[in-house]
């Protein structure tokens, strides 16, 4: 069977002459790969690689055949991590926390990420103005609003960060509960989390609001999770590819039961019935790997806790009435309890969620472990004995507490191929680029995984060896990658959502809040078109 | 024993010469080594282009014993990450010299440059002469510096000597420069004459004998004298504990204080 490519797109026939033939005889064809959730780029990720520089100590890159060169283990450098991603057989990626004031740095750096298509969430969780309009109750406003603040920054979705608790901790509280008040605005995280899932859904963007719940990486949050996900039940079904109306990000790391590090253990179970009893949920994994990580998130409250239990360096930021964050270098080890529960858990989830297209494969890159571990995901997804093999080296009173042994089910490879493409990719609302089909854009990975004809999980070392580096990428319809080396320049899209919507009372409002509280000027805010690389707006530009 | 003898041709620019060391050279042929990679500038070089390469007992075993002639400060990460074996430098020896070394032995017969034995884990560097700053410190993040084996200078050591260094020992024969054992967890330090400023400054633990003088902050607090005996003289170390900034439980024995 030929798979024809022309002008960047699958098509029946070739219309030119002297194309290039790749032979692909037994190997394994997929559509290049979409991660829904990695920190690559971006202010956070920037302050990660001056706070870490030893990481970048193990991973080099240097200029010899032509390409950049780069380095970082963690958080590689812009050029690297398009080469690693595109090594891995990606093609789309999507950075999941955008502070709108930095997103003109997140454009900056993904500029420099070569071969990948980026699409980037904006954070409005904790933004005082989106707090004050569902305080005042002025939702059609809120609506508007939302939708200039994506066009302003030029961000594709919204991303929620433990709504409410960065504004609560600024003023040295808590907030444990989604029904706690968040102090001085009167409203609590689940009105944000209702009210912008609603406007989500309201004006239509391609993917629905990611929620990173509040109490996260806390013993005993899975009840926070599953509450925060019913908080959105009765807005129904949203129209377009994906139908989900929230999206849990890193569930492995909201999915816990116990009160406290000693009686910590996994809320799989729970949380992994509601998903599959609910039709409006979508997650990713958050998977951890046993290794060294920069962890870095906007949650600033978890960070801080995080680096009360480590007791080592680590970044706090305060993005003026917007977000915050926090960085804490951090050791995911096997012989610790809590991490391996951690690690546990990720797995669980995905073995016991039923449906392949509620889920796509992350570790949160970098939080839980690097995005170049995905191959070893997908070995522990499709082994059971391999995964039996970790779980011999890991805590031993971990080891008597997880359900993961009991668990006997292994995916196919048709099942891993929709958890790290198809699923994301039509979570994001990109459906288009990771199938193969005729008019469809021509996103490919060419793998070699051995005998094709014999079960592909049997060999877990020659299975991650194949995965880990792709014979070729082709995206666009151009060779970019070939046995791991750069072939050729090229830049893909950036996508974003949003438009100008010509409202006085807008106007008003943001004015309002440039002359009040923001440092910068709005002309200043708004990241223009030529700061993008090859910007595409999903939505309609202007609203009446 | 097979020895290989590099005579250093002389190259105006720094070059990266990681790649010398026992552990990678092991039972390699001649022709091998010759397309060994040496880096310089932007630019991929052979060992033969910068080396005129000999060879003593071609017996098929392992090297023992590395040999570098006319070698310069130029001449940077030679015997990086080396487990076994022994490097002799006639000559000075650039940065990096032996960093991340686990084991094996290098003997310097001139004088080293900066992060010399930087994060070594074990085995042993003699030098001759005098070294640059950082020896045997961390690398900038990481938490650890030397963290085993044994670096001996005849000559003096400039800044930041044993900087967070975790175990094993440092032994200087003359003067250290200033932030002696800086942030030092473990492990001891030695110095036969002075120290500058800062000495022990925002150590943890550890050791710092100095048979000198030398100027400590205020973080320590005298507990006692120690008599001992170095090279047939008795001298009265008085000892102090510190750095009380990080609530530390280093010991610095020292001559006489210097304010």
């Given amino acids: 069977m030929d798979i024809l490519i022309e002008n960047g797109v699958f098509v029946e026939r070739i219309k030119g002459r002297d194309p290039i033939v790749i032979n692909a005889e037994r190997k394994v064809i997929l559509p290049g790969g979409v991660d829904l959730h990695s920190h690559f780029a971006g202010s956070k990720v920037t302050l990660g690689r001056l706070l870490r520089p030893e990481e970048h100590r193990l991973r080099h890159q240097f200029g010899n055949s032509g390409n950049h060169i780069g380095t970082g283990w963690a ?8 080469y690693l991603y595109s090594k891995l057989g990606y093609a789309k990626i999507v950075e999941p926390a955008v502070p709108p004031l930095k997103a003109r740095h997140t454009h900056e750096e ?162 992994a019935a509601y998903i599959n009893s609910n039709s409006h949920v979508s997650f990713d994994l958050g998977q951890i790997i046993f290794s060294n990580t920069t962890t870095m998130t906007a949650d600033g409250a978890w960070q801080y806790n995080l680096y009360r239990l480590t007791g080592g360096k680590w970044i706090n930021n305060d993005v003026e009435n917007e977000t915050a964050s926090g960085i ?111 008019g469809k854009e021509a996103n490919l990975a060419i793998y070699d995984l051995g005998d094709p004809e014999r079960d592909l999980g049997e060999n877990p070392v020659k299975l991650i060896k194949g995965l880990s580096s792709a ?47 923001y440092t910068v000027e709005k002309e200043n805010y708004i990241v223009q078109k030529g700061e993008v690389m090859h910007p595409v707006n999903v939505l309609e530009e202007v609203f009446k | 024993m097979r020895k290989i003898i590099l005579t250093f041709k002389g190259h105006g620019r720094p070059v990266l010469v990681y790649n010398i060391s026992p552990s990678v050279f092991r039972s390699k042929s001649l022709d091998q080594l010759k397309k060994l990679e040496v880096k310089s500038g932007n630019k991929t070089y052979q060992l033969k282009d910068f080396f005129i390469i000999e060879e003593e007992e071609p017996v098929i075993e392992p090297v023992e014993t590395i040999i570098i002639e006319n070698s310069t400060f130029n001449l940077k990460r030679i015997g990086e990450k080396m487990d076994t074996g022994r490097i002799v430098v006639n000559g000075d020896a650039g940065m990096h010299l032996g960093a ?61 000597t044993g900087m967070r260094m975790a175990g094993g020992a440092i032994i200087v024969k003359r003067n250290c420069g200033s932030f002696l054992g800086y942030y030092m967890v473990n492990g001891e330090i030695t110095v036969e004459a002075s120290s500058g400023s800062e000495t022990g400054s925002r150590m943890r633990g550890g050791v710092i004998n100095i048979y000198g003088s030398a100027e400590i902050g205020v973080g320590f607090k005298k507990v006692g004298l120690n008599y001992i005996t170095s090279e047939g003289k008795k001298l009265t170390l008085h000892v102090f504990r510190g750095d009380s900034i990080e609530s530390g439980e280093g010991e610095i024995r020292i001559r006489e204080v210097s304010k």
């Fill in chain 2, 100 to 160: 991340y070394m686990k084991g094996g032995e290098i003997i310097v017969n001139g004088s080293v440059d900066d992060w010399c034995g930087a994060e070594m884990s074990g085995g042993m560097i003699n030098i001759l002469e005098n070294a640059g700053n950082f020896l045997g410190a961390n690398y900038i993040g990481s938490l650890e510096g030397m963290r085993g084996g044994v670096i001996k200078v005849e000559g003096s050591t400039k800044d930041f």
């Fill in chain 1, 328 to 438: 804490v270098p951090y050791t995911f080890k096997r012989k610790n309890y809590v991490n391996a529960i951690q690690w546990a858990v990720g797995l669980e989830l995905a073995l016991l969620v039923k449906d392949p297209w509620k889920l796509a494969v992350t570790t949160d890159h970098p939080n839980g472990g690097v995005f170049t571990s995905y191959p070893v995901i997908i070995a522990w997804l499709m082994n059971k004995k391999f995964r039996e093999r970790t779980i011999e080296k890991i805590n031993s009173k971990a080891k008597h507490i997880i359900i993961l042994p009991s668990i006997d089910r292994e995916y196919t490879l048709f099942e891993t191929v929709i958890v790290t493409r198809s699923a994301p990719a039509r979570i994001m609302g990109v459906k288009d680029g990771a199938t193969i089909g005729i």
């Fill in chain 1, 75 to 82: 958080t590689p450098t812009p050029f690297l991590c398009g």
């Fill in chain 1, 110 to 271: 993904m500029r420099g990420i070569p071969y990948m298509d980026k699409m980037s969430l904006l954070l409005l969780g904790n933004s005082w103005i989106i707090m004050d309009l569902i305080a005042q109750k002025r939702l059609k406003l809120l609506e508007k609003y939302v939708l200039w603040v994506l066009w302003a920054s030029k961000t594709y979705g919204i991303k929620l960060v433990a709504p409410g608790s960065g504004e609560a901790w600024a003023w040295g509280k808590s907030i444990t509960h989604i029904d706690d008040e968040i102090p001085n605005f009167s409203i609590t995280p689940k009105d944000i989390i209702y009210n912008l899932a609603r406007v989500n859904k309201e004006i239509g963007l391609k993917t629905p609001v990611h929620l990173h719940t509040n109490n996260l990486g806390s013993p005993g949050n899975y009840q926070t999770t599953i509450d925060s996900l019913k908080t959105v039940e009765n807005l129904g079904l949203r129209d377009g590819d994906s139908p989900f109306i929230i999206h849990l990000v890193h569930a492995q790391f909201s999915s816990y039961k116990g009160d406290s590090w000693k009686t910590f253990s996994s809320g799989s179970e729970e949380v």
């Fill in chain 1, 471 to 517: 014979n070729y990428n082709i995206k666009n319809g151009l060779i970019v990658m070939k046995n791991g080396v750069p072939v050729q320049d090229f830049n893909g899209v950036t996508y974003y959502s949003g438009g100008v919507n010509e409202s006085e009372e807008l106007t008003e409002l943001v004015d309002y809040y440039f002359k009040e509280y």
